[in-house]
């Protein structure tokens, strides 16, 4: 079983910077996919960023420009750098991680979720 744990949310004002980061542990063989999604209240989840590989990311438009997906397969771990936060940036943030485990079966596991808060 794959465990993912996040770290790095919480309050900013407008036009900061947070840096979320996710750690995936237990039996992993190879990891295809991270990626960032978020929920806000009334809302469903959306995806923020997704990474492949180290040149093949993904971003949503609202984000682009503004944050940065990276990752580092010898650690497990994939990184949200967040830059010019607003508002409407303010959701519970989740990780998924994609890949074969250590029995070489598919798997996709989710982070717990960490808060952003944005104030205006």
């Known amino acids: 079983q794959v465990q993912l744990v996040e770290s790095g949310g919480g309050l900013v004002q407008a036009g900061g910077s947070l840096r979320l980061s996710c750690a995936a542990s237990?039996?992993?063989?190879?990891?295809?996919?991270m990626g960032w999604y978020r929920q806000a209240p009334g809302k469903e989840r959306e995806l923020v960023a997704s990474i492949i590989s180290e040149s093949t990311t993904n971003y949503a438009d609202s984000v682009k420009g503004r944050f940065t997906i990276s990752r580092d397969n010898a650690k497990n771990t994939v990184t949200l750098q967040m830059n010019s936060l607003k508002p409407e940036d303010t959701a519970v943030y989740y990780c998924?991680?994609?890949?074969?485990?250590?029995?070489?079966?598919?798997?996709?596991?989710w982070g717990q979720g960490t808060q952003v808060t944005v104030s205006s």
């Open positions: 998924n991680i994609r890949g074969l485990s250590g029995g070489l079966v598919r798997f996709g596991s």
């Open positions: 237990g039996s992993i063989f190879s990891i295809n996919s």
